[in-house]
């Protein structure tokens, strides 16, 4: 019985999260809230778990600044891309900070080529250009392993999705962030002293992200 109960419970997860599979429901009540109260909204930082524990961590610097966070965790581009409208067109922000590909890399939904996660950062900075919104385009942070996913290493596709995002913005004429070099360590992975594991930063990991993201909101947003 308890066999089949469990099966049941997690069934039924599965079909709930097939039905919100861009997880729309996250951010709804959030969103609702800032347009009905007509909250100004500077930038939103769009992503995935490393966005979401930036917010979550450092939120005296979101606060600060005027920011808000729509990052959720094991999140792919394609999943961010169909929630972009809700969680970042609709909040009508001056700028939109995209970081996001790790999770691609992972195969967190399924397997996807580089060029289709480019392709889907490309189209949400593209929507956002449409509505006024100026992105910035972040380089994926380094990391080479998973803990959820070791049978595959990461380094090289970090190492070549950075520099094809770069490439892009600088085509575009796009300011991109690089995160990457100052946070790389010899083994192309995280440092050790700026992640709690290998892909996702601590503390010391955002310290060092927020002047750099801050220098880069400065030259677009002057």
């Known amino acids: 019985m308890r066999k089949l109960f469990v099966f049941i419970a997690l069934t039924s997860m599965a079909i709930l999260s097939a039905q919100d599979w861009p997880q729309l429901e996250k951010y709804q009540s959030d969103n609702a809230q800032i347009l009905r109260e007509k909250t100004p909204v500077r930038v939103v930082f769009m992503g995935n778990s490393i966005t979401q524990g930036w917010a979550d961590m450092r939120p005296e610097f979101f606060k600060e600044h005027g920011f808000v966070g729509r990052g959720i965790g094991g999140q792919t581009t394609p999943q961010m891309l169909l929630r972009f409208r809700q969680d970042v067109l609709e909040l009508q922000p001056e700028a939109v900070v995209i970081l996001a ?122």
Request: some cysteine.
């Open 101 to 222: 590909g790790i999770n691609d890399i992972a195969q967190n939904t399924g397997p996807i080529s580089l060029e289709e996660t480019l392709g889907n950062i490309q189209s949400m900075a593209e929507l956002a250009l449409a509505h006024g919104i100026t992105p910035l385009i972040c380089a994926v942070l380094p990391a080479n392993s998973f803990p959820w996913r070791p049978e595959i290493i990461p380094t090289e596709k970090v190492v070549a999705l950075n520099e094809l995002l770069r490439r892009w913005t600088l085509e575009r004429n796009l300011v991109f962030v690089d995160y990457y070099t100052p946070m790389v360590d010899e083994k192309l992975g995280l440092q050790s002293h700026l992640g709690y594991d290998p892909v996702h930063p601590n503390q010391e990991g955002y310290k060092v992200m927020e002047p750099l993201v801050l220098k880069a909101l400065d030259q677009v947003l002057k």
